[in-house]
């Protein structure tokens, strides 16, 4: 078959014994990767959210009409002037991770340390010294009111409007003072309000075709999930009338077993205002469901298809199922509502969604000889370093000391091979910093990758690290894995342990 991938029918590949990793030619696109070893055996039900984890969106597309959409709020409803309908939204200007400083009006990247590596001001790449002043000397409190963490796919259409309003005022119209803080909470409140009001969600509704990418293995993968045993469940903050929509668009009729997709879950909660659900008590309510509304006078005693359900707690569900915690896992996009608050507040385990993979690992090994280079060049770096450190050292020492083996050695002859040296490290740094923008160029023209900051993993990528059992590019990979997996992580290594 050279190389061929054979997709198996959806009537056989519950019955597959094999992991299809295995047997078939997976790319690394659709893996699901390890931080935390999980028996998949051991797991007896499986969660699911809704909006970009099940709902896989057009990114472009939705995006580009929430900051239409935001526009249109801030110009109407809170005053801002009419140039702001000429701005065109830039999807790469922004990626998940960075942090907005409503004092300031800038946003920036930071590594696992809390240190800020780059940082924009409007779309202007603040210098090394002007980055290093505002940020080196501050400890940097995500919690506290002066920033905010973009760490969702429906937060990156603000983050991009902040920037072009600073832009626009600033550059356009020549505003000398910007209440930032005010500006941001005004985007907030419109995009919030976008929400609400539904205006963003019954676009969608109307054109789902346009707005959510179909995903033909997704169907196939919750018949597996549920032929080997295992319940399944909706857990979402989106309410009943989108969920019933949206869902049914994404999976009635597409399996013959399957002809509504209510049939793939066990039970289904809307409205669930996650991370409430995970840190506060709040009873379910339940809904009719054919027409949404609250069914008045329903003593819960169990969680089931007669109805949907809104609202709830962890508590309560957990009361409900008689299902330990670590035999549950929750699978999400978000990694603070979805993933670090289950993983603190309860012991279900985690998978996290996340669709920038597939272009990361598609860059990354685009870019696998410049990634070599990179690091033989760190390492000559380090080398030429401990040399000129070294060489100084000697060049401070009195004739007749004896010291590393060398007495009375010619100190301008030193001196002459320390000023080599360090045009030789200037060379070097100089070609580094080339290869370096090359592989972050091919990842995201301003921030590079998603998961990495400098030579250190991003602030995301450790929480994706930290937090995230497992993760993955989409729902529909755990297709391609045995019920029966054993995801087992990767031996982690410390400095010294690499030599």
Known sequence: MSGQKVEPSAATISNQPMDFTEKYHLSPQRKIFVNRNLRFEQIQMIGFDMDYTLLKYRKQSIEALSYKLTVEKLIKQYGYPPELDSMVYDPAFVVRGLVVDKKTGNIFKMDHHNHVGRVYHGRRLLSREERKSLYRNAKIRLSGPRYHWIDTMFALPEAVLYADIIDLFELRLGRKRIDFRQLFEDIRGAIDECHRDDSLKSVIRSNFAEFIE??????????????AGKKLFVLTNSYGPYTQAAMSHLLDGKLSEYPVWQNYFDFTIVGASKPAFFNEDRKFLALDKTTGDVVENVEITALDRQFIFQGGSVSEFERFIDVPGEEILYVGDHIYGDIIRSKKESLWRTALVLEEMEEEIGVARQKRDAQSQLIALEEERSMLEHEITQKKLLSNVK????????????KKQLRLEIDISKKELRSLIEQRDRVESEIDRAYNPYWGSVFKEGNDNSCFGRQVERYACLYTSRVSNFRFYSPVQYFRSPRHWMAHEKL
């Open 214 to 227: 179909e995903d033909p293995d997704l169907p196939v993968a919750l018949h597996k999930l549920r032929s």
């Open 399 to 410: 004739n007749g000391d004896e010291t590393e083996g060398r007495a009375n050695f010619d």
